[in-house]
């Protein structure tokens, strides 16, 4: 079964450190997501992204955040500079055809 | 704007014992209602979702929701619990198939031997 991959599975940085989480989406899906879940909170949407560009983000998403597909298979969230509350665990989604978000196993940052 | 609300942050049941996990929604369009588990140091994985066809939705591992429109509500069923069914339980809104998604609190299922 496709799925969505993510690396890495966990990162320790240091609090103003730049930090990029990769993911390789399913290779025929269109949208793809990024979404975080500070331990013990819900799920939360950061951004989405379609035909190399966002669509639509959330007030997280601040100018610390940016997203970009390099090369047509990676999905890649960057913070530029890293603060103790980015820790959380980071999922990336992708959907197409119509099944609905597939989502990876996570990257758990870890700011210190 | 929509939102989503999972009454019950912890629910315990006994193996065999039914299982029922509360998912409230508000939207102002038509939602795409999901429900996702995560097992622990696990990603989200799709139980089922619903969009716009049958209101009783059957997903994996017999679990199945029912859209009630009148009750705002998509509460997820499953008639037996077994212990490998502890996880946590979450719901979900969309405003489409490719939208974004809101997610409930999360709900902890807990199964009793």
């Known amino acids: 079964e496709p799925e969505v991959t993510q690396t890495p599975s966990h990162q320790v940085t240091q609090m103003g450190q730049e930090v990029i989480l990769r993911c390789v989406p399913i290779?025929?899906?269109?949208?793809f997501y990024w979404y975080r879940q500070i331990l013990g909170q819900k799920v939360e949407f950061l951004v989405s992204f379609y035909n190399n560009e966002i669509s639509e983000k959330s007030e997280i998403f601040d100018d610390q955040f940016s997203v970009e597909r390099p090369d047509g298979s990676n999905f890649t969230l960057k913070i530029r500079s890293t603060k103790l509350e980015d820790s959380a665990m980071y999922f990336c989604?992708?959907?197409?055809?119509?099944?609905?978000?597939?989502f990876g196993q996570g990257t758990r940052l870890t700011v210190v | 704007a929509q939102s989503v609300t999972q009454l019950g942050s912890h629910v315990s049941v006994s193996e065999g014992a039914l299982v029922l996990l509360r998912c409230n929604y508000s939207s102002s369009v038509p939602p795409y209602l999901f429900w996702y588990v995560q097992y622990p140091n696990q990603g989200l994985q799709l139980l089922l979702k619903y969009t716009s066809a049958a209101t009783l939705v059957k997903g994996i591992n017999d679990f199945e929701a029912e859209f009630k429109k009148s009750e705002t509500s998509f509460h997820l069923t499953k008639p037996s619990a077994h212990m490998s069914d502890a996880a946590e339980y979450f719901c979900?809104?969309?405003?489409?198939?490719?939208?974004?998604?809101?997610f409930g609190q999360g709900t902890t299922l807990q199964v009793k031997p």
């Open positions: 989604a992708s959907i197409g055809g119509g099944a609905g978000a597939f």
């Open positions: 290779s025929n899906h269109l949208y």
């Open positions: 979900a809104c969309g405003s489409g198939n490719t939208g974004k998604l809101i």
